[in-house]
């Protein structure tokens, strides 16, 4: 009847951690999360483009549009005001202030722009089904015989958009400068090229199609940076807040 089943793991007890370093997650675990989004991606290509119906029938939380809500708007303009005054508290940076304030920082019609950015389908096989919040606090990862492993959490803002979307987001979440500088054609090689061996066992009917070239992905990718950049800012000041009011409870006890 479309109720499904849930199953409940504790991957503690499998041995699954949380990332730690404050760095950001290093290559190996970067990889090691990309390739296992990839062959998930390449599950959820092959299902959008067979059985789409039944999905927005089935599934229809998938398609709908959550973000359209006041309060989720006006959510996203207190965040960018708090962010661009977090910028402004930078020495010697008002630039930054000013790009921000230009690309992103529009009032409503830069959260619309987020939100618009976060949705955002292709025509491509990228198309598929995303994690919608795929960044390190969602993910655990263990060492399994000199291999490193990874699960990923918390679905609950899956959606059908494009597959890049959660790789930008990941990548500029989760990362440092430095890694990205030095090691993103490496990583978008590595997901790309996992993404089209699962797809060759799953659907390889969707290998021939001209979308799926490395070029229109890396284009695509491009595209998804500038939602991603946004939604990472948002994540950064919930965290923020997160941490002070932390402090806040532990000034309070200590007292």
Known sequence: DGAGVLVFECALQQGYLHPVDPEGLSLEQVLCAVNCMAKFHAIGSALVCKKLKSIELR???????VYSSPPMIEGAKKVFD????????VPDQQDLVEKFTTHCQQGETGVNQLFSCMRRQVTS????????????????FR????TLQCVVLDWKNAKIASATKDIAFFLLSSTTNKLRTEHLDQILTSYYTTFCE????????????????????YDDYCMSTKGAFMQSVCVLIQEMQHLESQLHTDKKLSS
């Open 59 to 65: 599934h229809p939380y998938l398609l709908n549009n």
């Open 82 to 89: 708090v962010y661009a005054e977090f910028l402004s508290c």
């Open 143 to 146: 060492e399994e015989e000199d």
């Open 198 to 217: 699962a797809l060759e066992c799953i659907h390889p009917e969707l290998l021939d199609e001209a979308g799926l070239s490395y070029e229109s992905f």
């Open 125 to 140: 096989p990228f198309n598929t089904i995303i994690h919608g919040e795929f960044w390190e606090k969602n993910i655990l």
